[in-house]
């Protein structure tokens, strides 16, 4: 198993001193959170996909910046689009891409 970090320890410890309250109103709702959390651990299918070298970069720091693995993301990313709550938001990093347009286009 993973080494929790410091932030994960809070949340640990929190809990374990019964600091934390649950914000379920009612049993259907409850059980609808419980239904969405096992939906998104069914993971019954592989994809192979090819991806250029810099676009995979680029999503492997972006995995990094949010904290999670690379996989774990695109996955993220693809469930999000599928059902429509997709939105983006900027990345602190400088995309390739838009890196190689202004070297073309004479820019810095």
Known sequence: MKKRDPFEEDILAAYEKGELKSVVRSKAQLKRYQEAAQATFIKDRRVNIRLSSPDLMDIQARALEEGIPYQTL??????????GRL????SRLTS???RTTRKRAGNP
Request: glycine share 0%; no cysteine; charged share 25%.
């Open 96 to 98: 390739r891409t838009s």
């Open 74 to 83: 695109i996955a993220s990313v693809l469930h999000k689009f599928v059902t």
């Open 87 to 90: 939105v983006e938001k900027p």
